[in-house]
């Protein structure tokens, strides 16, 4: 990137909006530490990506490398296409979060009394599934638009069809399995929304800067000759 905002989303939606109650209403249901509405697989979904989404990726890139069976020129070009892209996108979104400061659902529920919109009722015990919220701003997600960049590169070699399976440092024993790297990469952004950690503007907000990075990466660097 040229700079840390080339990539910068528009804003989060505004508090008295009615698509921010909506994305307000469906995490503070579907997040709640105790919901009810969240279903047994949305649950282990939630849990199941709360880790350092970076090494996801790379754990699927190394299952399509061997899978494919990529030459050490070719895997070494991969590697370093896929995590300058993760890296940049990291830049990218924390840029975008600090631009916007956006609150968390956490603070966005407990505090709902002060944001003008009489469609959020707050909750001052809400909690989300994982119990602890990042200690950064919630706009734009960072797992949907580490997903969406790393699925973009993969996608670029590998075509985006592929079946593949992923492990979880946070649940040992299970795995998700995945017939696209597109699925996995929405997967684990809606996981976010599961774990009572982001809004859904924040994932598609995500989603849309990982993938302008990604696709930035792949036009202009590492070129093959």
Do not use: C
């Amino acid at each position: 990137m040229k700079r840390a905002d080339e990539f910068l989303p528009g804003p989060p939606p505004a508090l008295t909006s009615a698509t921010y109650t909506e994305v307000f209403n469906e995490v503070k249901s579907l997040g709640f530490i105790d919901s009810t509405t969240r279903t047994a697989e949305q649950t282990q979904i939630g849990k199941f990506w709360n880790g350092n989404i970076q090494d996801f990726w790379n754990e699927i890139a190394q299952t399509a490398v061997l899978a494919h069976d990529l030459n050490l020129e070719d895997s070494a070009r991969l590697f370093a296409l896929l995590n300058i892209s993760l890296a940049d996108t990291t830049i990218a979104f924390f840029d975008a979060k600090y631009a916007y400061n956006f609150w968390r659902p956490v603070t966005a529920v407990q505090l709902a009394g002060t944001d003008a919109n009489p469609q959020t009722d707050p909750n001052q015990t809400w909690l989300p599934l994982s119990t602890k919220t990042a200690p950064d701003p919630s706009y734009p997600g960072a797992h949907s638009a580490i997903s969406k960049a790393g699925a973009t590169v993969l996608g670029f070699y590998f075509g985006n069809q592929f079946p593949f399976d992923v492990t979880s440092e946070s649940l040992a024993g299970v795995t998700r399995h995945f017939t696209s790297f597109s699925a996995a990469a929405e997967e684990a952004g809606l996981s976010r929304i599961y774990a009572g950690q982001h809004f859904r503007t924040d994932h598609i907000a995500g989603k849309g800067l990982g993938a302008e990075v990604a696709e930035s990466i792949d036009e202009n660097i590492l070129r093959r000759e």
